[in-house]
């Protein structure tokens, strides 16, 4: 199974969350690109972030993952 993973800093969300696991997702899609075979897949998109407990708390990264999800080939 291939997997990419996207990321963006905690500075990429100085406007909103959204657009932080924005540029996770473009940053995994681009990756994507060159490491899938060209055609049509089925693929899973994973979001997460990593946090730092504190008080206030904050994220230190957005994370967005992109692995296969074909379906494997009939016996």
Same mark, same amino acid.
């Given at each position: %199974? *291939?997997? @990419?993973?996207?990321?963006?800093?905690? =500075?990429?969300?100085?406007? +909103?969350?959204?657009?932080?696991?924005? $540029?996770?997702?473009?940053?995994?899609?681009?990756?994507? +690109?060159?490491?899938? =075979?060209?055609? &049509?897949? *089925? @693929? *899973?998109?994973?979001?997460?972030?990593? %946090?730092?407990? &504190?008080? #206030?708390?904050?994220? $230190?990264?957005? @994370?967005?993952?992109?692995? +296969? =999800?074909?379906? #494997? #080939? =009939? +016996?």
């Amino acid at each position: %199974m *291939k997997k @990419v993973h996207g990321r963006a800093g905690h =500075d990429a969300a100085r406007r +909103s969350h959204s657009e932080a696991f924005d $540029q996770a997702l473009d940053d995994a899609l681009a990756q994507a +690109s060159s490491g899938f =075979d060209k055609g &049509t897949h *089925k @693929v *899973k998109i994973e979001f997460r972030a990593e %946090m730092e407990v &504190t008080n #206030p708390g904050r994220i $230190q990264s957005y @994370v967005v993952s992109i692995s +296969s =999800d074909d379906d #494997p #080939p =009939d +016996s």
